[in-house]
T-cell receptor, first 112, second 111 residues
Framework: DVKVTQSSRYLVKRTGEKVFLECVQD?????MFWYRQDPGLGLRLIYF???????EKGDIPEGYSVSREKKERFSLILESASTNQTSMYLC???????????FGDGTRLSIL | QQPVQSPQAVILREGEDAVINCSSS?????VHWYRQKHGEAPVFLMI???GGEQKGHEKISASFNEKKQQSSLYLTASQLSYSGTYFC????????????WGAGTKLIIKP
């Protein structure tokens, strides 16, 4: 079974802080995703990465950056956290197109 | 553009049937269905590919009408464990990797 692990289930940070969310997968998947989930909006793609050091912007990249230095690890960075970034963040990985996405348990981030 | 899911929410009694629809304005290569329980990660249910057959798993099945760019998820004789929010994700091309997600349908099953 694919295991996608997110570093924190709950995180509380202050406005203006730099925040790191980490995601690790153990199945050698090339493609990894960061989503943000808000009630009534479903999952919105922030960034995805199709290989080490390769990244593409998703639908809502503003205020975020990502890092993929190793194949198994995909990090989401909030450069200067703001209250409107309070949300649930989900990481996922996929082996090839038209295959199931495997999700981590999510990080519920609160920015005060 | 985000696919439209309907209904937004549905409340059933155990044993009743439900249909959840997912409709897109774009031509689709595939439709994915996931279920998410409160506080948990979305869990994969099934994928329907263009040109493929209707898929099923026990009492949950789905269809994909390519011409109408619509998919429907059928839950028959619902069980308490079916409660959760159901999401469809649409794929517009084979090599796209990305899914465009619907807003979700909340399903509540009462005993």
């Amino acid at each position: 079974d694919v295991k996608v692990t997110q570093s924190s289930r709950y995180l509380v940070k202050r406005t203006g802080e730099k925040v790191f969310l980490e995601c690790v997968q153990d199945m050698d998947h090339e493609n990894m995703f960061w989503y943000r989930q808000d009630p009534g909006l479903g999952l919105r793609l922030i960034y995805f990465s199709y290989d080490v050091k390769m990244k593409e912007k998703g639908d809502i990249p503003e205020g975020y950056s990502v890092s993929r230095e190793k194949k198994e690890r995909f990090s989401l960075i909030l450069e200067s956290a703001s209250t409107n970034q309070t949300s649930m963040y989900l990481c996922a990985s996929i082996d090839s197109p038209s295959q199931p996405q495997h999700f981590g348990d999510g990080t519920r981030l609160s920015i005060l | 553009q985000q696919p439209v899911q309907s209904p937004q929410a549905v409340i059933l009694r155990e044993g009743e049937d439900a249909v959840i629809n997912c409709s897109s304005s774009k031509a689709l290569y595939s439709v994915h269905w996931y279920r998410q329980k409160h506080g948990e990660a979305p869990v994969f249910l099934m994928i329907l590919l263009k040109g493929g057959e209707q898929k099923g798993h026990e009492k949950i099945s789905a269809s994909f009408n390519e011409k109408k760019q619509q998919s429907s998820l059928y839950l028959t004789a619902s069980q308490l464990s079916y409660s959760g929010t159901y999401f469809c994700g649409t794929e517009e091309g084979y090599s796209n990797y990305q899914l465009i997600w619907g807003a979700g349908t909340k399903l509540i099953i009462k005993p």
